[in-house]
Each structure stands twice: as structure tokens, then as C-alpha cells.
């Protein structure tokens, strides 16, 4: 069995000391950030970064993904215990976890959610283990007009399936392609919009967008909000779910699983789509569906195990395809970057060790995650309770510091604080300011890859039609499009993400 | 509706893609246009200004025509003030030191908020100040003097 030498392969890489350590450091700060209240996984992954440029690829990938995956985690924490939904995926845990927390089951919630993030990690794991080679070996055929197509698909369904106004997320990818010409074109040489700054001639760093739009922008536009936040945190009690609970529960995790699997893979469908999905589905399958809103364990597990899964099935798209389904990813795939590896189908056959070191960790940590955040739950409320005049600057200190590292230059921090207004306004707007980094990572590639495909069709145009691989992403392009510009659907989509 | 429209979303939302499209395009003009066969550097930033541009002005419109303003409250105070304060970082990191540029930064940004509470923005600067002297200077081995006056 190939895929298990290849797993046991990857436990090899992820279990040596080092990488264990960084795999639980990555947990461990991504949960702490995340329970804070205000900060999402995004602007988590976004200000810790930088601390992670100085380590080995493999070590670096890993502790990414222990942050990702943590702050997730830490994200429904909040929600089911304060009723704050650290992010949009866990705007339904909060339905029925609060409730059970104002029962005095914040425990068994807890437990389940926890139970159920791990059953998915552990399923997905074994998905992306089983799925990711097959799809590399097919993208290896790929050439320029297929890349081209593929990540055009892949941006205009991330802009079109994202939260908010579909024209200006398309809009938004445009720009982000944009700013992802900044700097010296790698063809020719020419200083493109560098505007005679010589820090510029080497592009914009994407941890300056990043950190800008995500964590700066984003305490700019809370600071503005009128009302203190104020918390109220119930007794967890008893951890341990009870029989009935866990019963109960199976069949919610499995569906919400594979539910969320499916939609993982699909690129811009959030984590919050996956979850509601599951608890639509758990709500029309209960046998009293009235119990729902009141405290049903059901809208707990289902949800919880949905947007763990969706979160991990993100990587395929990643790691075989160079295309990231989130802005999560985005991250990620910018991080490769910043190691020299390219990222695409060939990262599994150039660096196994990561490839197979990486998917192995994500199982290790999620592992980790259960027997680290439940007993540690203790602290993770005390940290609730830290007020936002507080919090707010450690960001702001953490984020300097990490974006000064970079460079050891105070120039992308001046660039930073810009982003930081321009990311605000965008927020005012309702520009989802998502797309920008997509469309930021995958510019410069896809600006290669037509500048090929061009040569090689001898600058006809047509070469994306007339290839049939190609042929289909466009066609899947425009459906999407289609479909999605339709007035009923867009209906639906707003009583869904908005 | 005349006039009415500097309060609404999305006409301010199509100016500002509609201003860097037609910005990226005139700065484009100057780098080598090439053909379509081969294309130089100024071909992919020439078309992505166009479609900016086509999006820009379809939002302008829309948002002309329709009523959504600007929603919610901001803080001009955090808006001027944040990024300032991020400024006197990178000023402070260069020439004083880590340590001045953390009391800068923090009690900068705190200013940034309502209501400045003197004693526990200082312990929280002593604190973040140990923490981040541990984490980023001995821990990770960043090479930045402590004071460098």
C-alpha cells in the first residue's frame, strides 16, 4: 500500500523532536490568539508569519498549519463559551453551543467539538493522503494555457463563492493581480510601478499586505465600533460528555465530515458554508428539530467536524495545484514562496518530505489540539477576559515587530500602516479585502503562464479554447459565473454568507 | 438624488478602482507594450487596468443609482493615529533601539482607543516589553540593540 508507506513516511518527518515542537508551538500560539477576542484565523496567521521565515520550509509549513488549525479551534471556544464567533465558521457553533453553555454544558460541547475536529482532521487526512497524488500527477501534464485557465477558475470562483458583493470581489482580484505586478518584471527586467523607490524594485511582500489589510485595518474599523464588548463567561463544569451525547453525535460528525470535505475542496467556499450546510442537513434529519436553537448537540457536532474538515481539504488545492481556495492559504502559498519552492504538482515529487511531513503533522496536530485545548480550557477563559484596549497593541506590537524582521528595514512598515488605512476603507466599502490576496499570490504566475501559453499558440488567443483540459476550466469558469450572477441564486447566496 | 452621492458606498467604491486602473495604465505607458505573442512588461498591468477600469465604472454607476450608504460608525482618531504610531516604530526601531520602539508603539497605539488608562498601559509595556525581548531577541536571535542611543 503506497498511501500508508507514504503516511508512515510523512510520521517520520513529523515526528522528529524539532518539527513535533513546532507543530505544537504552531497550536499552542495559533489556540492563544485565537480565543482572543476580534483576531480570526487570517490576521493570526498573517502577524505570525514572519517568526516562521527564519526556520526550515518543512518546520515553517508545519507551524503554519498548527497556527491555522488552532486558531480554527480557538474560534469556536469563544463561541460556544462567550458566544463570540472568532471567525464566520463559527457563527453556528454559537447557536446551539452557547445554549448548551448556558445549560451548564459548555463542557460536553466542548469535548464534542473537539471529538468532532478530530474525527475530520483524522478522515481528511487520509483524503488528502489518497487524493493529492492522482490530481499532482494530472496537473503534471498541465502546460501554460492550462495553468492560465486553472487559475483564472480558481480566482473567479473564490471572488464569486466569497462573502459580499460578487462585482467588487472580482474587482478586488484584479487588483490584487495588480499589485502583484509591483516590482521588477522577471522576464524583462523593467522596474515596473516601482515609482523610483528602490525597496519597491522588489515587489510589495505579501506579510505587508497581509498584516496591513488583516490585523491593522481590522483594529482600525473595531476601534470605531461604538459599543465595549462585554463578556460574560459561564462555569464549564463536567468535561465528559455523557453516553447519549456521544451517540448522539456519530452520525453528525461523519456527515458534517464529508460535507465539509466536499466543500473544502471547492475554492472560496468558507468555512461558514461547510458549517451551515451541516447544521441545515442535522436540523432536517432530526427527529425533533425544534430542539435545534435550544442547546442540541447536534448543531455542535455536525458544524464543528464540517468546518475542520472543510479547513484541511483547503491544503489539496494548495499543494497539487498551486491554487489557494482561501485567503488562508493565499498565506501559505506565499509562505512556500518565500522558502524558493515553487508551488504546484511537482512539490510532492521535489520535497516528499514536506509534502508528506506537512499532511502527517496535520493529523499529529489535531491530536494535539484535543489534548491541549481541553485541559487547558481553564486558561483559555481567563484569556477572554483580557478588555480590547489591551489586547490591540500587543497586536500592533507583534505585528511591527514580525514585519520589521522581514527586512530589518522600517520601510515596510511605513507601507504597512498604508495598508492598514487602505484595508480599513475597503472594509467601509464592503470590498472584501480576500480576493486582493489571491489574486496577489497567483499574479505574477499567471502573468508567466499567459506570456508562455501566448508563445506557444503563436499569440492566438483561442489556444485556451481549442485545449481540452483548458477547454474545461473555461467552460467551468463561465458556468459558475453564470450560475451564481443568476437573481435567484444571488438571493440565496446573500441568506447564506451575508 | 443629485449631490447625495458622495455619502454612498459604492460610488466611492468605482472611483477608487476606476482612479488605480486609469493610474495603472498611464504608468504602464511607459514600459514596453510588446504584441501579443510577446508580451512585454507593460501588457498584463495595461489589461488588468482595462478591466479595473470596466468594473470600476459598472460599480460607479450602480452605486450612483442606488441608495446604500457608507455604513457603520469610525474613529478618525484611530484612523490617523494607528498608522502613526506604526510610523514612530519604524522611526524608533532604527535609531533608538527594541526597547524605546516597544514604549513607543504601545503607548502610542493605546492612544488610539478611548479612554487612556496611564497605569495599565505601563505595566502592559513592561510585560510585552520581557515577553518580546525573550521571544523575538533571545528566543528567535533577531539582531536588534536593546538601546542604541
Redesign the interface.
Known sequence: MELFSNLIFGLSVALSLQNLLYCFMGCLLGTLIGVLPGIGPLATVAMLLP?TF?LPPVAALIMLAGIYYGAQYGGSTTAILVNLPGETSAVVTCIDGYQMARQGRAGPALAIAAIGSFFAGTVCTVLIAAFAPPIAEMALKFNSPEYFSLMLMGLVTAAVLAQGDM??S??MC??G??LG?VGT?V??G?Q??SFNILELTDGIGFVVIAIGVFA?GE???N????EERQVFTSKVGSLFPSKDDLKQSIAPIIRGTFLGAFFGVLPGTGPAIASFSSYIVEKKLAKDPSRFGKGAIEGVAGPESANNADAQCKFIPMLTLGIPASGTMALMLGALMIHGIAPGPTVMTQRPDLFWGLIASMWIGNLMLVILNLPLIGIWVSLLKVP???L???I???S??GI??VN????E??L???F??VG??WM????SPVPIMLGFVLGPMM?EN??RA??IA??D?TVFLTRPISLAFVIATVLILVVMAAPAMRKRRGDITG | MKLEFYKKKDFWAGMMFLGIGAVAIIASRSYPLGTTLRMGPGYFPTMLGGILILFGIYILVRGVLSNEKIPGNWSPRALIVLPLSMVLFGLAMYHLGFIPAIVVLIFASSASGRGFRFLHILLLTVFLSLLSVAAFIWGLGLPYPLINF
Request: charged share 15%; net charge positive; glycine share 4%.
Open positions: 517568526i527564519s462585482v467588487k472580482l474587482a484584479v487588483l493581480l495588480l505586478t518584471d522576464d524583462s523593467w515596473r510601478f491593522i483594529i482600525i474599523s476601534l470605531g465600533d461604538k480590547y484596549y489591551l490591540f497593541p500587543a500592533m506590537l507583534f511591527s515587530i520589521y524582521s530589518n528595514s522600517p520601510f512598515i511605513y504597512t500602516a498604508i492598514g488605512i480599513f476603507l467601509k466599502l464592503e470590498c502573468e499567459l506570456r501566448m508563445l503563436r499569440g488567443p
